[in-house]
């Protein structure tokens, strides 16, 4: 079965960045398209952006060109770079395989906050 380990959020102010990171054990990421996903406190579940098997990248409109997509698969890493955060980025921070496919695994906690 696979497991989903996402590492790195924490607390950031207005405009700093971070780099999340997602392991998964039990796939090979570059055989899925993956998604990133947050949730943020009182809302539902929403997608970030994707990274297909391919290495192309789709993203939430809204987020304007401020996050970014990568993948390691020597690593079988999916990183999440995120730059010129806002308070409103502030959420718990999952990936996934595109759909939502396998067990969440806990997520990470973003706070953007002065």
């Known amino acids: 079965q696979v497991q989903l380990v996402e590492s790195g959020g924490g607390l950031v102010q207005p405009g700093g960045s971070l780099r999340l990171s997602c392991v998964a054990s039990g796939a090979i990421l570059s055989l899925y398209p993956m998604g990133w996903y947050r949730q943020a406190p009182g809302k539902e579940r929403e997608w970030v952006g994707t990274?297909?098997?391919?290495?192309?990248?789709d993203y939430l409109d809204s987020l304007e060109g401020r996050f970014a997509i990568t993948r390691d698969d020597a690593k079988r890493t999916m990183y999440l770079q995120m730059n010129s955060l806002k308070p409103e980025d502030t959420a718990v921070y999952f990936c996934n395989r595109y759909g939502g496919r396998w067990p969440w695994g806990q997520g990470t906690q973003v706070t953007v906050s002065s």
């Open positions: 990274i297909t098997g391919g290495g192309v990248t």
